[in-house]
Structures are given as structure tokens and as C-alpha cells.
């Protein structure tokens, strides 16, 4: 197993997107969490592309609580139609292109290339159609359509983070309380499970896809 340490070299510019207002937190908000106190001087941009007037309060807040830390952040909640992004993919292609224009990131967390959910997968493929020379990790977000796969990269966490991230995540998106899966034990069990498949010393991990990576 290859071992990469961010600690003395951490990404400077890092760009997380999501097709739903908590979508990065639950896929990559942990390893956000662990880069920020690697890298103070860490850039931030935050891109959520599907909300409404309360769900979009919820990322906000969300968003200014993960990055709290983050020497510069910016943070853009967009109103794309939830679960018709197929249907305006010229649209959200074009903010994509503007986004390539504004920021130029070191790393991009994205959705999951495989996500059964037709808005994950739409920002995955535009991702990788924008982004050509980056760093990319795909995350997973667990649901009823049962699309956990196998990641090959991982990043290990401590429990301390990893209560810290799902508190956060279960504070702010109090809409989304009414779901049965939303709950810490699902989250923490993904976290337990990643950790165990790639022997992290404190138990814990998130766990990625990469396509490409150049060392």
C-alpha cells in the first residue's frame, strides 16, 4: 500500500463540490477538516449546486462552520433543479466553465463517477470534462440505491475528527432529520468500515476514488 503525507505538502487551492447541500460534508467533509489543520493558509472554494431557501441556509452555515479555519474561502450555494440536472446540464456546464476561468485548484473532491444518483453523476462527468491537469477524489454518499463500491484511495482519520464532522453535519441540516439513514451510526459506520480496509492506525478513514494520479 502507498503512503502520501499532505502534512508538510498539503494541496494550497482546494476546490469541493456538491450536488446537494450536504453532500460534501457527508463525502469529504472529514478529510476537509484534517487539510485545514495541515495547511493553514489552505484556499477554499465551496460550490453547492442544488438548494431552496432552507436548505440553502443550512449549507451556508454548514459551510462557514467546516471552513472556520480556512486562511480564504469562498462559498457559492447555487438553485439548480434537484434530481432534473440532466435536463439543464448546458446551464450547469456553462458555471463550470466560468468556475475553470475563476479558480484553479490544487485537489477537487467531487461525486463518485459510479453514483447511481443522475445529479452526482452529472458533476462527476463535468469534473472531469472541466478539470484536466488536477488532482481528483470522487466520494461516495451512502443511500437506498445500495452504490457503495471499493475505493482506492484513502484518507485516515481520528475519531475525534470524525464525531466532529458528523455532529456538525446532523447541527445544521435539521431538514433532513426525518430520514432514516441520517443518522450518526450510518455515518460513523462508513467511517469505520473505510478505516478498516486500510488498516488506519486510529480506526477511522474516508475512502475516495482516483483515476488518475501522478507522483
Given at each position: ?30 478529510s476537509i477538516l484534517k487539510l ?26 454548514s459551510a462557514n462552520d467546516f ?149
Amino acid at each position: 500500500m502507498l503512503k502520501i503525507s499532505f502534512e508538510n505538502n498539503s494541496p494550497k487551492k482546494v476546490l469541493c463540490l456538491g450536488a446537494h447541500c450536504d453532500d460534501i460534508e457527508i463525502g469529504c467533509g472529514g478529510s476537509i477538516l484534517k487539510l485545514i489543520v495541515s495547511r493553514k493558509e489552505i484556499d477554499v472554494w465551496w460550490v453547492v449546486f442544488s438548494s431552496d431557501n432552507v436548505r440553502g441556509k443550512e449549507a451556508r452555515n454548514s459551510a462557514n462552520d467546516f471552513l472556520r479555519s480556512a486562511k480564504r474561502k469562498n462559498i457559492e450555494i447555487k438553485n439548480f433543479r434537484n434530481s432534473f440536472f440532466p435536463f439543464q446540464g448546458a446551464d450547469i456546464k456553462e458555471y463550470f466553465e466560468q468556475l475553470k476561468q475563476d479558480f484553479h485548484p490544487d485537489l477537487v473532491f467531487t461525486h463518485y463517477r459510479k453514483d447511481l444518483h443522475q445529479d452526482h453523476r452529472l458533476i462527476s462527468d463535468l469534473t472531469w470534462n472541466t478539470f484536466r491537469n488536477h488532482l481528483i477524489l470522487e466520494y461516495e454518499i451512502p443511500k437506498y440505491d445500495g452504490d457503495l463500491g471499493s475505493p482506492n484511495f484513502f484518507v485516515h482519520l481520528d475519531e475525534v475528527l470524525c464525531r466532529d464532522k458528523t455532529d456538525k453535519i446532523l447541527k445544521y441540516f435539521k431538514s433532513q432529520n426525518d430520514k432514516e439513514w441520517f443518522t450518526k451510526d450510518t455515518f460513523l459506520s462508513i467511517l469505520r468500515l473505510r478505516g478498516m480496509e486500510s488498516n488506519a492506525p486510529r480506526k477511522y478513514a474516508e475512502g475516495f476514488y482516483c483515476r488518475k494520479v501522478v507522483i
